[in-house]
């Protein structure tokens, strides 16, 4: 039972243009909202979060947007660099179980120069 | 500041081996979490750790699989008798308290 998907497995945007990567969920548990960001043999890494009690969170080039009646968010990258081309994770986690995250299964973003 | 280390990076074994995965969280870091990717999917929560206690396991496969964190040392996660579906990436992430934990660069196990 995937409780978060990512429902597209890459994506290939233009440098300089705009990146959006899709996240559903389904458990209405979930609270707290991650991306996180892995390049191949490394570990992810966390690029930006958003609470529940929010709808969008900026951090420079990258925004997150959360609509909790439709159960999605997503990340915003503008402009995209080439440097940004890496597997992009949703993560979700509750309250209950504040530490443990729910991952999706991550967006490949290529972004070519 | 080192950041969470894992040893080995890569790990070969032979099906019935013993695998023994390493993992040194951040300075100051008392929570451990450890979690596997399988090919094509995403991370998955296995268990979660402070010194010397087992917070959540509920993750892990009922058999063969065990871990821990002592008082002194690094956490390791011990797969026994290790049979090819249990080759993955096996990420360690470590945090102060409950708030975002940070990954190391992950063991790859292939048994063979």
């Known amino acids: 039972d995937q409780q978060v998907k990512q429902n597209s497995p890459s994506l290939s945007v233009q440098e300089g243009r705009i990146s959006i990567l899709n996240c559903d969920y389904t458990?209405?548990?979930?609270?707290?909202f991650l991306w996180y960001k892995k390049y191949p043999a490394e570990g992810p890494t966390f690029l930006i979060s958003?609470?529940?009690?929010?709808d969008k969170n900026e951090d420079g080039r990258f925004t997150v947007f959360l609509n909790k009646s439709a159960k999605h968010l997503s990340l915003h990258i503008v402009p995209s660099q080439p440097g940004d081309s890496a597997v992009y994770f949703c993560?979700?986690?509750?309250?209950?179980?504040?530490?443990?995250?729910?991952f999706g299964k991550g967006t490949l973003l290529t972004v070519n120069p | 500041n080192a950041g969470v280390m894992q040893n080995p990076r890569h790990l070969v074994r032979r099906r019935g081996q013993e695998a023994r995965l390493r993992c040194s969280p951040m300075?100051?870091?008392?929570?451990v979490y450890w979690y596997r990717q399988l090919p094509e999917e995403g991370l998955k929560f296995m268990v979660y750790l402070q010194k010397e206690n087992i917070i959540d396991e509920s993750g892990m496969p009922k058999e063969r699989f065990s871990a821990e964190f002592p008082k002194e040392g690094p956490s390791i996660l011990r797969i026994q008798q290790v049979v090819r579906g249990d080759s993955a990436a096996y990420f360690c992430?470590?945090?102060?308290?409950?708030?975002?934990?940070?990954f190391g660069q992950g063991t790859r196990l292939t048994v063979v």
């Open positions: 992430a470590s945090s102060p308290l409950n708030t975002e934990a940070f």
């Open positions: 993560a979700a986690r509750g309250s209950r179980s504040n530490y443990k995250l729910t």
């Open positions: 458990n209405s548990m979930f609270d707290y």
């Open positions: 958003i609470s529940s009690i929010k």
């Open positions: 300075k100051g870091h008392s929570h």
